[in-house]
């Protein structure tokens, strides 16, 4: 199974800044797997980005993704209100899927 | 357009099973697996397994195998997922959500809470 594990477990920042998120696989994946979500209280997931690094339909281009290997992130350029919630990484290469533990993004 | 319509919020005993039911519609039913995901309070997402809509396989999480029965009824273009020995920390927010790359459409959760 595939742990994945992301850091920090929060991120404290203001809007209009630019927040970095990561996730970091137990072994090498591939990118082609590779996920996050924005989740926000008493709402479902939304999905941002597949691939690791396409953007979803619909989700603006401040957010992006990167990486390949063990190592990936998830940026945000510049903060917006609705940009504060619970992100998570995920690995959908076969089963069992997994997720990471999250990553809050909350207001300083 | 893509909707995944969940069944309402349970309260069970600990012993008794839950049936959440995710009734699919504006796409084709058959076409995409549909997924089981939870989220227990103050934890994050979990895994439970997948139903393939049109053949009916499944796949589970190792931790719900024995306790969970994903099923389809495709003149309804529904999946129920069924949770048995229910216990307190299955207590949680449990979504479908649709396989499009990977997870496009979420249901709205179902709140099944286990309590004496």
């Known amino acids: 199974e595939i742990v994945l594990t992301q850091s920090p477990g929060t991120l404290s920042l203001s809007p209009g800044e630019r927040a970095t998120l990561s996730c970091r696989a137990s072994?090498?994946?591939?990118?082609?797997?590779l996920a996050w979500f924005q989740h926000k209280p008493g709402q479902a997931p939304r999905l941002l980005i597949y691939?690791?690094?396409s953007r979803a339909t619909g989700i603006p281009d401040r957010f992006s993704g990167s990486g390949s290997g063990t190592d990936f992130t998830l940026t945000i350029s510049r903060l917006e209100p609705e940009d504060f919630a619970v992100y998570y990484c995920?690995?959908?290469?076969?089963?069992?899927?997994?997720f990471g533990q999250g990553t809050k993004v909350e207001i300083k | 357009q893509v909707q995944l319509v969940q069944s309402g919020a349970e309260v069970k005993k600990p012993g008794a099973s839950v049936k959440v039911s995710c009734k699919a519609s504006?796409?084709?039913?058959?076409?995409?697996?549909l997924h089981w995901v939870r989220q227990a309070p103050g934890q994050g997402l979990e895994w439970m397994g997948i139903?393939?809509?049109?053949?009916?396989?499944?796949t589970y999480a190792q931790k719900f195998q024995g306790r969970v029965t994903m099923t389809r009824d495709t003149s309804t273009s529904t999946v129920y997922m069924e949770l048995s020995s229910l216990r307190s920390e299955d207590t949680a927010v449990y979504y479908c959500?649709?396989?499009?790359?990977?997870?496009?459409?979420w249901g709205q959760g179902t709140l099944v809470t286990v309590s004496s």
């Open positions: 504006g796409y084709t039913f058959t076409s995409y697996f």
């Open positions: 691939g690791a690094s």
């Open positions: 072994q090498s994946v591939s990118s082609s797997y």
């Open positions: 139903i393939n809509p049109s053949g009916d396989s499944t």
């Open positions: 959500a649709r396989e499009g790359n990977p997870l496009d459409y």
């Open positions: 995920q690995w959908y290469g076969r089963s069992p899927w997994t």
